[in-house]
């Protein structure tokens, strides 16, 4: 076959620099690929209102028509301005972005995937009804079948939400995901506010789509 040999292919987003080195390898039965990009504080601005900075380094390789996509991602700063709140926009768009996946058929059986994001400094979201940051790291893996997510992301202290005119100041809360889309998030959320002038607390455990919600 045809061996296509890149040096290395360099390009300037923003204040980030990508480069991308490797080898593609034409044959009759598919090509045989070896390629890495490689990312250093490059800005995104999408989806609409989100704004992120990342690092890291993402390597394709196979042979035959069977692929391997791996490498991680440390996310420096990431931000989202939100006009409303919606019901777990991020899980949301997760969710909807594997199952487009799936459907792919020949690509979701010759593409194992086992790909890390972190964030390194926390996703800040805003809107009118919320303020929090959001710590933690998870993994998109997959052999041949629906990808799946698992992780830990956590809430930092401090972080405020507005329900029904009252302003809710969290204390503790984490998703846990393992193998999410299959397996529903875990949320336990520890809260307080005042309701008349009377201090609540609040909790919230259990799958994210039935959490149990208790007021003391």
Known sequence: GKRIDVVEGT?????GDVALTGHLLLSGSGPDVDLALR???VPIEYPVGWRTQSSGELRLTGRSGAY???GEVVVHRAFSELEELRPAPGLDRVSAALAAFEGRGSLRDRTDLD???RLEDGLRVASSQINLVV???VRVAAAGLTPEVSGSLA???GSTARVSGALVRLESGRIELAG????QPELEVRAATQVSGVGVSLTQTGPLDDARMNLS
Do not use: C, N
């Open 155 to 157: 809430f930092r202290e």
């Open 115 to 117: 790909v890390s994001v």
């Open 39 to 41: 990312a250093k504080r």
């Open 180 to 183: 999410y889309p299959a397996r």
């Open 135 to 137: 710590d933690g790291a």
């Open 11 to 15: 390009a300037r987003i923003g204040d």
């Open 68 to 70: 391997r996509l791996a």
